[in-house]
């Protein structure tokens, strides 16, 4: 049964500073690995999608990346800047293609 | 190209109702999944359709069912309300499901049941 974790559940940086979430996951028998994000009380914004043959995937200051033998991803985020508060989440298939999602990981980026 | 889109945004309702949640898919996609998400349990996938056919489900009680039209568009229905079920409930589309499909979320529907 596949879990997922995501460590810490928040998270407060200074405007600047880089930074890396993260994921882990119990099944590594997976397809793909999503990243997220939400603001609050709003729907989920696709960040980054990893397939399994893939070790990471990069957009803007965004660059994710995915070990399937240690069960882990990680999402850095570049210079990070106000308008990156938000909750992260991340996702990952189980063996019946149920995606499972993480608790999320709270991010308020410091003025 | 539009995005997901979910209606109603927001509804109130009371125990022992029941509601209907809809869904319209970006379009060309023709899977369509359905989640809750609340702030104990998080995000908890309820079931996705596919072709007008329910292809998977997750742990939720018969009171939760759901339906597909051949537009590919969604209606989630939830009967004899609890409590409980106040939560956002999210949609998301993606092309067919399987492997290798990003998938897009909609807005939500804010259930609040009183």
């Known amino acids: 049964k596949q879990e997922v974790t995501q460590i810490p559940a928040a998270l407060s940086v200074p405007e600047g500073e880089n930074l890396v979430l993260n994921c882990s996951f119990t099944?590594?028998?997976?397809?793909?690995l999503q990243w997220f994000r939400q603001d609050p009380g709003k729907g989920l914004t696709s960040l980054l999608l990893?397939?399994?043959?893939?070790r990471e995937q990069t957009s803007g200051r965004l660059n994710a990346s995915l070990d399937k033998s240690s069960g882990r991803s990680t999402l850095y985020i570049a210079a990070s800047q106000p308008g990156d508060s938000a909750t992260y989440l991340c996702?990952?298939?189980?063996?019946?293609?149920?995606?499972?999602f993480g608790k999320g990981t709270r991010l308020h980026i410091l003025p | 190209k539009a995005g997901v889109t979910q209606t109603p945004r927001y509804l109130i309702k009371t125990r022992g109702q029941q509601v209907t949640l809809s869904c319209s898919p970006i379009?060309?996609?023709?899977?369509v999944s359905w989640y809750q998400q609340t702030p104990g349990q998080g995000l908890q996938f309820l079931f996705e359709?596919?072709?007008?056919?329910?292809?998977n489900k997750g742990n939720f009680p018969g009171r939760f069912s759901g339906r597909q039209f051949s537009n590919s568009r969604s209606e989630m229905n939830v009967s004899t309300l609890e409590l409980g079920d106040s939560a956002l409930y999210l949609c998301?589309?993606?092309?067919?499901?399987?492997?290798?499909?990003?998938?897009?979320f909609g807005p939500g529907t804010r259930l609040t049941v009183l």
């Open positions: 099944d590594s028998a997976i397809y793909n």
């Open positions: 359709y596919f072709s007008e056919t329910q292809r």
């Open positions: 998301a589309s993606s092309l067919s499901g399987t492997d290798y499909n990003e998938q897009f």
């Open positions: 379009s060309g996609h023709r899977s």
């Open positions: 990893i397939q399994s043959s893939q």
């Open positions: 996702a990952a298939p189980n063996r019946d293609d149920k995606i499972i």
